[in-house]
């Protein structure tokens, strides 16, 4: 990795922490309004969005086009990925409000199963043995961790799997966007009109669900927490884009492998999550299959590169 890479890399661990910790905090100590935390946290992403089509600061360069004109399918991959990042922020603060951190992280690292089969469903791509023999650990691994979670919840349990499941989706379409030359896009444009559309789809359910006597009584310092929050997530997903335009996909989920586990051990001690043997054993053993798969990516990828410097095979790529 570049100084810039590690630097990009750094600071995306350290956002995630502060986000975490403070949605965390915001929702279980102060028992902050769920739908409304998440509403203001997507409104400060936006307007913070917005600011970096701007004003760059350095994060990336921008991209000189023709007039105003907008790469093919701009506003539906806008419109997908945005519907997913609501999801993302939704459950995930869902998740967050009936289950300890560690646990939901340890969810959370089981992304690379529902990659491989997003990956196959949308874009027809085809993993060998090594990397279905790896996925088994981590099944096993998260089975051991959810059935002896001290703290297990069956709608925090649903709701972090399906925060997974929509941060996968996310990833596929984000990666394509923002790498790809017929797609290019910006981190702060990819940040602007996905929190955009994000809003969009927030609106009716802040309606419906929204408990708007406890809204209306939030706080001064609760409200300065949440914006502070915002800022924090916005750093942490910039980040996260940024760092796609310098690394591949292998070594971005390496790296986000490892935040996962930062992250659970460093909630154990910040929050004193109680927990078993067992549960602690299935999050190693979850830890351990993730760089397993990533490792046999790795090993298929260089594989097929062989393949098709030599002529035995197509080297066909799916796009959006």
């Known amino acids: 990795m570049t100084p810039k890479a590690l630097l990009v890399l750094g600071l995306w661990y350290f956002f995630s922490f502060v986000t975490l910790f403070l949605n965390k905090y915001i929702l279980t100590t102060l028992k902050a309004e769920a739908v409304f935390f998440a509403t203001v946290q997507m409104l400060i992403t936006t307007f913070m969005g917005w ?7 350095g994060m990336y360069k921008p991209i000189k086009r023709e007039g105003s004109a907008k790469p093919p399918n701009f506003y539906r991959n806008m419109l997908v990925v945005g519907s997913t990042r609501f999801l993302v922020v939704f459950l995930g603060l869902l998740a967050l409000k009936y289950v300890a951190v560690s646990f939901t992280e340890t969810i959370k690292s089981s992304a690379p199963i ?10 027809g791509e085809k993993n060998g043995i090594f990397v279905q023999m790896s996925l088994l650990p981590i099944m096993s691994g998260l089975a051991l961790c959810s059935a002896y979670e001290l703290g297990f919840h069956i709608y925090g349990f649903l709701a972090a799997l399906g925060t997974n499941v929509s941060e996968c989706l996310q990833f596929v379409f984000s ?12 981190p702060a444009e990819f940040q602007f009109y996905t929190c955009l ?8 359910v802040c309606i419906v669900l929204m408990d708007w006597s406890a809204a209306a009584t939030t706080s001064n310092h609760l409200l300065l927490l949440m914006m502070i929050n915002g800022l924090s997530y916005h750093f ?7 760092l796609m335009s310098f690394v591949s996909p292998v070594t971005h989920s390496v790296c986000n492998t490892v935040k996962r586990a930062i992250l659970i051990w460093l909630s154990v001690l910040v929050f004193g999550n109680p927990i078993t043997f067992l549960s602690g054993l299935g999050t ?21 590169d062989l393949m098709v410097k030599y002529g035995t095979g197509n080297g066909a790529s799916s796009q959006l």
């Open 51 to 57: 600011v970096n089509i701007h004003f760059p600061m």
């Open 114 to 123: 529902f990659t491989v089969f997003i990956s196959r469903l949308l874009l």
């Open 175 to 186: 990666k394509l966007c923002i790498s790809s030359d017929k797609n290019k896009t910006t």
């Open 197 to 204: 559309a994000s809003l969009f789809l927030q609106a009716p």
């Open 236 to 242: 942490q997903t910039m980040m996260a884009w940024v």
């Open 284 to 304: 190693c053993i979850v830890t351990l299959g993730v760089f397993s798969y990533n490792k046999a990516r790795e090993y298929e990828q260089k594989k097929r």
